[in-house]
C-alpha cells in the first residue's frame, strides 16, 4: 500500500467516524435547554457538511474543491466548539466535540497533504 492510499484510507476513516459521531450526539442529545437546540443545529450543519465533503470527493471534483469541502467541516466544528465555550454542556459531549473536532483538523491536513 502506497503511503497515498493509506492517506485517502485515513481520511475516509476520518470522515466516517465523524460523521458517525456527529450522528450519535444528535440522536442521543435532548433538545430541551437553548444551547441544546443550538447544538443540534450545530450538529446537523456538521453532517450536512460531512456530506458535501463525502459528495465532492466521491465524484472526482478538483482538488481545490475538495480542500475548500473540508476546510468548511473543520471550522464549522471548531465553531461548534466554541459556541459551548462556558456553557453547561456536560464533560462527556466535550469530550466527544473534541473529538469530532479532532477529526476534521485530520481530513482537513491530510486532504491538503494529498492535495499537493
Given at each position: 500500500m502506497t503511503q497515498r492510499d493509506e492517506r485517502l484510507a485515513k481520511v475516509a476513516k476520518?470522515?466516517?467516524d465523524a460523521s458517525d459521531l456527529v450522528t450519535l450526539l444528535s440522536e442521543r442529545l435532548p433538545a430541551a435547554k437553548?444551547?441544546?437546540?443550538a447544538?443540534?443545529?450545530n450538529l446537523a450543519d456538521l453532517d450536512r457538511l460531512a456530506q458535501i465533503l463525502r459528495m465532492t470527493?466521491?465524484?472526482g471534483r478538483p482538488d481545490d474543491e475538495v480542500i475548500t469541502a473540508a476546510?468548511?467541516?473543520h471550522e464549522a466544528s471548531r465553531r461548534t466548539g466554541a459556541a459551548l465555550a462556558g456553557s453547561r454542556v456536560d464533560?462527556?459531549?466535550l469530550a466527544a466535540l473534541k473529538l469530532v473536532?479532532?477529526?476534521t483538523r485530520t481530513i482537513?491536513?491530510?486532504?491538503?497533504?494529498?492535495?499537493s
Open positions: 476520518s470522515i466516517s437553548p444551547w441544546q437546540r447544538l443540534k443545529t470527493i466521491s465524484l476546510a468548511a467541516l464533560n462527556t459531549t473536532f479532532d477529526l482537513h491536513s491530510e486532504i491538503t497533504a494529498l492535495a
